[in-house]
């Protein structure tokens, strides 16, 4: 059975979805038999001009709009889901970032064998760690911490490499009308979009191995981000 997960790494609806999905798979009696396939989505590109010079504070109040009593709620919100879910959002520590480098890391990951991995190393790095996920020299590191060749990864990132491979996933993801992550589609047949709790991604793991739904239909929620901004 195999799972395709869009997702952005600056996204944090993103990070709690994988934890929730990861632990309702480890709880099932098949997940030996899924193969999980990740997928690069791109919520702000035009980060690219300006990317790691303000905090996700500033990001959230200057580009979205978020007044500071609403950022203030809404991130008071996303730190007890994150808890819930086993993550500490350290969101004063949190840059703002391009995340294309980051993506471009991923697929050469995947190609080497350490695509999931590398999606919960690049979270931790930019929701607890603070780091700069658009920082050459940083990526570099972080793929060496997993195994993978310094000089190839700083190719990929300084060259063109899985540019092509990125924009396929994001052109991909227009194509079948996905505007917003995390974004699921299980076996072709469920797609599960939002923060969805353990349960539900519990349940459809499940209709979706024993084949019982005959068609793509869709469980949504609110936890998710869009290229508008993310809601709870």
């Known amino acids: 059975m195999k799972i395709q997960v869009w997702s952005d790494i600056m996204c944090p609806f993103c990070y709690i979805a994988k934890k929730n999905f990861e632990q309702a798979l480890a709880d099932s009696s098949f997940k030996d038999e899924v193969e999980v396939e990740w997928k690069s989505f791109q919520l ?15 990001y959230m109040m ?26 500490t959002f350290n969101y004063d ?18 190609e080497n064998g350490q695509a999931d991995a590398m999606e919960e190393a690049l979270f931790k790095a930019h929701f607890v760690d603070g780091k700069n996920i658009a920082d050459v020299e940083f990526l570099v590191s972080l793929a060496d911490e997993l195994g993978l060749d310094q000089s190839k ?18 052109m991909e993801a227009q194509n079948l009308g996905i505007t917003g992550v995390p974004y699921y589609i299980l076996d ?11 349960e539900l991604f519990a349940k459809a793991l ?27």
Not at 44 to 58: A, C, R
Not at 213 to 227: A, H, P, R
């Open 44 to 58: 702000d590109p035009s980060l690219k001009e300006n990317s790691g010079n303000m905090s996700i504070s500033e």
């Open 62 to 87: 200057n580009r979205k709009g978020f007044s500071k009593a609403n950022l203030d709620q809404f991130l008071n919100q996303l730190k007890e889901m994150g808890k819930n879910s086993g993550i």
């Open 93 to 110: 520590q949190v840059i703002a970032a391009d995340t294309f480098p980051a993506h471009k890391l991923l697929h050469f990951a995947k």
């Open 153 to 170: 990864s700083r190719k990929v990132l300084s060259e063109d490499d899985y540019n092509y491979e990125v924009k396929q996933d994001i």
């Open 188 to 198: 072709g047949k469920y797609a599960v979009s939002g923060a969805q709790p353990v």
């Open 206 to 232: 499940g209709q979706t191995y024993q084949e019982s739904m005959v068609k793509l239909s869709q469980e949504s929620g609110d936890n998710m981000c869009g290229i508008d901004g993310c809601s709870i």
